[in-house]
């Protein structure tokens, strides 16, 4: 009864990996431009996950950071969303649940539709806490983007986690209840559950990506969506931050505008600075860029509307907005961003090369990883076909 609750991200934290490899290494030593990684693929470096890191203890890092802050009081759902599950059946959030210390009272489930589920994840628990508003759900995000050494690929790798707390009366994002979604049956990217690296079309990729974001926009205005000058910036899913380039101008087109490449590059540039560093984080990345927008901006945003598009190859788009909540520059954590970002180290290129080629048994053997992360969670190694964990 009476006023419906505004419900949407209360809190948002972020990690990655403990290494890093630098695009102008990489670039070096296959010979070719750095400014063809810099310039024409928008990216400065890549996450590399240590021999003890996976999604889980990157999810499990970020997860951690928000009870911290927020306790665990109200919070009976946690959506896991990765498209580098490690389990065939038991979701990676269950590992995530144990490590982080939540109640029994919490179900927990996995999604998984490429780079995508997330979305779908949030507007879940949008729904839940709908119906129920006294409860809290967590969306976790969590992927490692791995391609073969030497394909057109490689440069757009990267790895984090993204962790929120979606609840009623958000301090951060209200999340606005018209959503445009778009799917189509598209081969541009698979993983086949027999291999470890994704099979990619690239430049066929970049055309289902921009066509499915199109026909989210155009479904969302038909939904009653707001306007697109009635965004004060848009979040792209950002395999690499020129396709979020591509995509900015699309919808500009499609919504009556022509844009120069300047003011595409002005437009989206707060929401890319965290991607530049990190890479392809799949499902995390259309929410790493929505911190990045929120942790770069100087003025005060409140009120502002915001855009979040969401794509996964396969595929499936989504478009919606969320207004920013008064307050919400309290509640961000850009000192610990950039902080998580910074203390990376960076890999020569011999020392990833070989990190890229180190594939861990994966025929039920046992064996216990070297202690090389400084994260609070680590991967332990293999015993009885099971996956050990540790706390550092
Ligand atoms: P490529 O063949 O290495 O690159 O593949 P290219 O030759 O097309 O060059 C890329 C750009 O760099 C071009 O600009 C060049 O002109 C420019 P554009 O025409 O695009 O504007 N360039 C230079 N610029 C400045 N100085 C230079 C220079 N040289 C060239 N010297 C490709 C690029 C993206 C295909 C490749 O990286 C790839 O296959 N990536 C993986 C697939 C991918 O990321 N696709 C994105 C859309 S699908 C998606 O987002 C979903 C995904 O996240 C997964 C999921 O949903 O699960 C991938």
Request: hydrophobic content about 40%; overall charge negative; aromatic content about 8%.
């Amino acid at each position: 009864s009476g006023k419906p609750v505004a419900i949407g991200i209360h809190d948002l934290a972020l990690a990655t990996s403990q290494h890093s490899l630098s695009l102008t290494d990489l670039a070096d030593h296959y010979g070719i431009d750095p400014a063809k990684f810099s310039v024409g693929i928008g990216q400065d470096v890549m996450s590399v996950l240590a021999g003890d890191e996976d999604i889980v203890t990157m999810a499990a890092d970020a997860t951690a950071r928000i009870l911290e802050r927020n306790g665990t009081d109200g919070i009976r759902t946690l959506l896991f969303a990765t498209e580098s599950g490690i389990d065939q059946s038991k979701s990676a959030g269950v590992y995530v649940h144990k490590l982080v210390g939540l109640p029994a009272t919490v179900r927990v489930v996995e999604l998984k539709q490429a780079c995508y589920s997330a979305t779908a994840a949030l507007q879940f628990a949008v729904g839940l806490i709908a119906r129920d508003p006294s409860q809290k759900v967590l969306v976790v995000a969590s992927d490692v983007a791995r391609y073969d050494l030497g394909s057109s690929g490689e440069s757009t790798q990267g790895a984090a986690a993204a962790a929120m707390l979606v609840q009623a009366d958000p301090a951060i994002l209200e999340v606005e209840n018209a959503a445009g979604v778009f799917t189509d049956d598209v081969m541009d990217f698979w993983r086949p559950n027999y291999r470890s690296t994704a099979l990619v079309d690239g430049k066929g990729s970049i055309k289902a990506y921009l066509n499915a974001i199109g026909g989210a926009w155009e479904d969302y205005r038909a939904q009653g969506g707001a306007a697109f000058e009635d965004f004060a910036a848009i979040c792209y899913h950002q395999p690499f931050t020129k396709m979020a380039t591509k995509a900015h101008r699309h919808l500009a087109v499609l919504a009556g505008g022509n844009p120069t490449p300047a003011e595409v590059a002005a437009d989206l540039d707060e929401t890319m600075r965290y991607n530049r560093l990190i890479g392809n984080s799949y499902t995390a990345s259309v929410y790493v860029a929505l911190a990045s927008l929120l942790e770069h901006h100087d003025g005060d945003l409140t009120g502002a509307r915001i855009g979040l598009a969401s794509y996964g190859s396969g595929s499936v788009a989504e478009f919606f907005g969320g207004v920013v909540q008064p307050g919400y520059r309290e509640r961000l954590r850009g000192a610990e961003h950039a902080a998580m970002i910074e203390r990376r180290t960076p890999l020569d290129h011999t020392a990833y090369e070989v990190l890229h080629k180190t594939t861990l048994p994966e025929d039920g053997r046992e064996y216990r990883t070297a202690r090389e992360t400084t994260a609070p969670f680590r991967f332990a190694g293999m015993q009885a076909h099971q996956r050990l964990y540790e706390t550092a």
